[in-house]
């Protein structure tokens, strides 16, 4: 008997939850992509540490959206961005890029900087079906996680190795310590590609560990002093290089410092001001070897946002917001799995911080330019081809 009223009961009822929530999840599709507009993901540190990383690449990628928009959209729609911010701090990455893909049904993800903050959100991404770009991580580990996580940068085996040639040949120096940012899987992995190169020919005089965030690196610094180098390595990021260099300046520790892209905030030179005088870092872009395509980014951006000279996380934010349109519009659909398929097929993209040929690994292969800091700003001094 009770089933049987049970069932009279419910079904009805059942029924019009049904359907309710029917045309509920009708109206959120509607809302996001069926209707007039593409809705994009993107993830980025726009407060706390890092911020300078997250606002660069925001603002890059902001401007290609707004361009884009204004040349028609892509397949007859508007692009929408819906960016969330990290705050810097571990595990709010996970979160956010969660509620992009599950709240507002992003066709796909833009994002981060930071490769350990990138590593966090990949898995998701990868889970879901939904294609990732990082504008900036160079941590192979990064596009390793799967098929739908890509770059529009090098990795870190080969600017480890550039920063390694730059070492001995320009430098001309053989015996070297390394200073380690613990934390950051950027950094280790760095440190681990520059030691494999440059211990061919060089000797590694100290390899040492701060853990990003620290303010007192003295102990540190003064075991690297002891060891005589003829350089120092911190292949860490702008916050903690400029008090590094502070305190190993304070201490007598004068031979040039020297690191990866990591190096690159206007923090560094505020902060760092004449400790960092001198020092070198291998990056992506400079806004003084452009292309003409480069130089007209230069001037657009700086239009845009008061007179502000992009540095290169705004180049990849632009670059990897454009490649994504290019994705969408040659797949001709915002199917995750399509987008994805076009995103392999990108060959000679001719993009603001050089040519973007995607490979078989999901990286861009891509030159670095090494810029020394000179009179309080960063001057470029060479490209190195892959
Ligand atoms: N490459 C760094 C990382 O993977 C981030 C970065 C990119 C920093 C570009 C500065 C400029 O963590």
Request: glycine share 10%; proline share 4%.
């Amino acid at each position: 008997m009770f089933p049987f009223r049970a069932n009279r009961f419910h079904s009805p009822y059942l029924l019009l939850l049904g359907s309710v929530l029917a045309v509920f999840s009708g109206l959120t599709a509607c809302n996001k992509n069926s209707g007039n507009t593409i809705v994009v993901g993107e993830f980025a540190s726009l407060t706390g540490k890092e911020a300078s990383f997250g606002i660069s690449s925001h603002e890059g990628t902001l401007m290609a959206i707004e361009e884009i928009n204004a040349a028609g959209g892509v397949l007859g729609k508007q692009l929408e961005l819906k960016t969330e911010d990290n705050l810097s701090k571990p595990g709010e990455s996970a979160n956010i890029v969660n509620k992009l893909i599950a709240r507002d049904k992003v066709v796909a993800i833009l994002g981060e900087v930071a490769s350990s903050r990138s590593l966090e959100a990949a898995p998701i991404c990868q889970q879901s079906g939904i294609p990732m770009i990082s504008p900036a991580s160079t941590n192979p580990k990064v596009t390793e996680t799967g098929d739908y996580i890509f770059r529009v940068c090098f990795i870190d085996p080969f600017q480890g190795t550039v920063m390694a040639n730059f070492a001995e040949k320009t430098l001309k120096v053989s015996k070297v310590a390394i200073f380690t940012d613990v934390k950051s899987d950027y950094s280790k992995g760095l440190a681990k590609f520059f030691k494999e190169s440059f211990s061919k020919n060089g000797q590694l005089t100290s390899e040492l560990d701060y853990s990003g965030g620290d303010k007192d690196f003295k102990a540190q610094l003064t075991t690297i002093k002891n060891g005589n180098p003829e350089a120092v390595f911190v292949p860490g990021y702008y916050t903690d290089v400029a008090l590094i260099r502070i305190q190993a300046r304070q201490l007598g520790l004068d031979v040039p410092f020297f690191g990866g892209d990591g190096w690159e905030g206007a923090d560094l030179l505020s902060i760092g001001k004449e400790a960092v005088e001198g020092d070198y870092f291998s990056t992506h872009y400079s806004p003084e070897a452009g292309s003409p395509k480069g130089k007209a980014f230069v001037e657009a951006y700086k239009k845009r946002f008061n007179g502000k000279v992009p540095d290169a996380m705004a180049a990849l934010g632009y670059d990897s917001a454009m490649i994504l349109a290019d994705a969408i519009k040659s797949a001709g659909s915002t199917e995750g799995a399509k987008i994805k398929e076009a995103l392999t097929k990108v060959k000679d993209y001719d993009a603001v911080t050089g040519k973007i040929t995607i490979n078989k690994e999901r990286n861009a292969d891509k030159s670095a330019v090494i810029l020394q800091v000179k009179g309080g700003a960063f001057h470029y001094l060479e490209t190195v081809g892959p």
